[in-house]
């Protein structure tokens, strides 16, 4: 079992930043690798940036690309996106969550196996 606690939402002018946290809540994490997903209301969850644990590698969705950050302290167990020069369109509520599964797309939350309960990003026009 794998708990996650996300922290760091709030509101925020376009083009401000953001740094949202994701820890396991002190356990050490084993698995392949945890991403970030975002909700806007009446919208689907839609996939924002992975980091494989071991190795760091990254993988964007083209609308983080450049802006977005994902990385991870090994030593902490958290993962961290830092959101920079944020849209209104990035409002929704982030979601932080963990695979196990090395095989199979990033951009599917099906293919994650635990997840947060979610932080609340405001960008404002």
């Known amino acids: 079992q794998v708990q996650l606690v996300e922290s760091g939402g709030g509101l925020v002018q376009a083009w401000g930043s953001l740094r949202l946290s994701c820890s396991t809540s002190?356990?050490?994490?084993?698995?392949?690798?945890m991403g970030w997903f975002r909700q806007a209301p009446g919208k689907e969850r839609e996939f924002v940036a992975a980091?494989?644990?071991?190795?760091?590698?990254?993988i964007y969705t083209d609308s983080a690309k450049g802006r977005f950050t994902i990385s991870r302290d090994k030593a902490k167990n958290t993962v961290y996106l830092q959101m920079n020069s944020l849209k209104p369109e990035d409002t929704a509520i982030y979601y932080c969550?963990?695979?196990?599964?090395?095989?199979?797309?990033?951009?599917?939350?099906?293919?994650?196996?635990?997840w947060g309960q979610g932080t609340q990003v405001t960008v404002s026009s």
């Open positions: 002190g356990r050490t994490f084993s698995g392949h690798a």
């Open positions: 969550a963990a695979r196990f599964a090395i095989s199979g797309s990033y951009y599917y939350a099906a293919q994650y196996d635990y």
């Open positions: 980091v494989t644990w071991t190795n760091g590698n990254t």
